[in-house]
């Protein structure tokens, strides 16, 4: 007998031990143990493709029709050893710009209700929420009927102003008064008048009058000079008068709106006007949430607007409200659930709010 013949028997009796071995293994694991599990291996090993049915299965007693089988999962998902949870496709990234970086968010579905909203909901996260009064630091935060504000000192002027304003709100009570004065209720007295005086900038209000006439006392405390930013005449009363008044298009719309608006304040050092040395911002935003949007959902949307007159359209300077809230180191609408936070602020989609 040649070598070659002997060598070719040595390996088909091997080939033949294993063969029984495997063939003994499964036949006490078909017996003893799972036997879906041990066939769903097996052909997952030798990668034979799996028939519609196996002989233990039996028509189902709903459908009348055998449960078919699934081929295989490839070699890199673990074949049943976790528990499937969820058919869904996985959650993208906050990366690829559509949902929350947490990987058990999930996207916001469904207007919300005013009812139903946590309380204090415009109000963004800052310095000065830590301060136990409000009051003696940089940051200090006062609220009014109509609206709150934080007051930057080092700026003299508010770095955010906000409010919710409501279809109802719409109705104006209260005529505009131009009572423009010192605000009483900053510790480290705030603006004034003179600052202003012959500077060639407007005092541009941030909660807006008109905002703010549904009643007296609301009308009056948006004059209050803590409720100012110095602006350029053509700025305030134009791109930004615009901005202001599609806002309460918005509101009619979507019958509520919560607003934070407010100079960009990113830099140490501006230029001022006055004696009080109230700065010049070079920047605005505005930041809105409306609960129930054009399509009954939810939808946010930030603009970024230099402090200069302009004849584009506000829609120009539209912005993701992350955007924002890397100008400005503020949180906004940080007391709704991370997933829902996130999945509204990082697109802007003007289309939205444009219909």
């Keep these: 007998m040649s070598k070659k013949t002997k060598k070719s028997r040595k390996i088909s009796r091997v080939v033949l031990i294993v063969l029984c071995l495997v063939l003994v293994a499964v036949g006490m694991l078909y017996v003893f143990g799972p036997r879906k599990q041990v066939i769903d291996a097996v052909y997952q090993v030798t990668e034979i493709e799996l028939p519609a049915t196996l002989p233990w299965e ?4 709903e459908g009348g029709q055998a449960l078919a089988r699934q081929p295989p999962s490839d070699s890199s998902q673990t074949a049943s050893a976790v528990p499937n949870v969820s ?18 968010s999930v996207p916001v579905s469904g207007s919300f209700s ?14 000065g929420n830590s301060q136990q009064d409000g009051t003696g630091s940089d940051h200090e935060i006062h609220r009014y009927a109509g609206f709150t504000l934080c007051y930057r000192e080092s700026y003299e002027q508010p ?3 906000a409010y919710e304003i409501n279809r109802e709100e719409l109705n104006k009570v209260a005529e505009r008064g131009d009572n423009f004065r010192a605000d009483p209720s900053i510790s480290t007295g705030s603006a004034s008048l003179a600052d202003y005086k012959g500077s060639g900038y407007d005092r541009g209000h941030l909660a807006p009058a008109a905002d703010m006439a549904w009643s007296e006392e609301t009308m009056s405390e948006s004059f209050y000079m803590s409720n100012m930013s110095p602006q350029v005449p053509g700025f305030n009363r134009g791109i930004w008068k615009n901005l202001e008044e599609e806002v309460r298009n918005w509101v009619e719309a979507f019958d509520s709106v919560y607003i934070i608006t407010g100079p960009i304040l990113e830099k140490e050092q501006y230029p001022t006007i006055g004696e009080n040395k109230v700065a010049v911002p070079e920047y605005y935003y505005k930041v809105l949430f409306a609960p129930t949007g054009a399509q009954g959902e939810p939808q946010m949307i930030g603009f970024i607007l230099p402090n200069e007159k302009s004849d584009q359209s506000f829609y120009s300077y539209a912005v993701p409200v992350d955007q924002v809230e890397e100008r400005t180191g503020l949180d906004f609408f940080h007391v709704l659930e ?7 602020e990082v697109e802007a989609q003007p289309e939205q709010w444009a219909q």
């Design 58 to 61: 039996t028509p189902s007693e």
């Design 87 to 104: 058919d869904e496709a996985p959650l993208p990234s906050r990366s690829q710009g559509n949902i929350a970086s947490d990987e058990s």
């Design 114 to 127: 005013r009812d139903t909203l946590p309380a204090s909901l415009e109000i963004p996260l800052c310095r």
């Design 159 to 161: 770095e955010w102003v």
């Design 338 to 344: 991370d997933s829902q936070e996130n999945l509204l």
